[in-house]
Nanobody, 120 residues
Framework: QVQVAESGGGSVQPGGSLRLSCAASGSIFHVSGMNWYRQIPGQEREWIVSLRSDGGEDYADSVKGRFTISGDSNQKTWYLQMNSLKPEDTAVYFC??????????????WGRGTQVLVSS
């Protein structure tokens, strides 16, 4: 079994910062990449950033220049540094990890999400 868990959400004023964490655990042979998504109630889940297996990073235009992904696939822990937050960044943020499990299958595992509220 494989688990993914996010943490670090909370409330912040516009212009503030938060750092989200994502940790994967369980029967993991290899992590091939990870992604952050967010979802506003009533809307579709939105992709915002990826950390590729080659170490490259991709950002959605909506967060480029404000959010930064980091982490260590060997440690199975990643972070999303969010700066210059705006009210429109308010959402539930999800971590998604693509991996090969110990039993050999490719898996795409989601966490349960962490709430971010940006409001004055």
């Amino acid at each position: 079994q494989v688990q993914v868990a996010e943490s670090g959400g909370g409330s912040v004023q516009p212009g503030g910062s938060l750092r989200l964490s994502c940790a994967a655990s369980g029967s993991i042979f290899h992590v091939s990449g990870m992604n952050w998504y967010r979802q506003i109630p009533g809307q579709e889940r939105e992709w915002i950033v990826s950390l590729r297996s080659d170490g490259g990073e991709d950002y959605a235009d909506s967060v480029k220049g404000r959010f930064t992904i980091s982490g260590d696939s060997n440690q199975k822990t990643w972070y999303l540094q969010m700066n210059s937050l705006k009210p429109e960044d308010t959402a539930v943020y999800f971590c998604n990890v693509n991996l090969i499990a110990n039993w050999g299958s490719n898996e795409s595992v989601w966490g349960r999400g962490t709430q971010v509220l940006v409001s004055s």
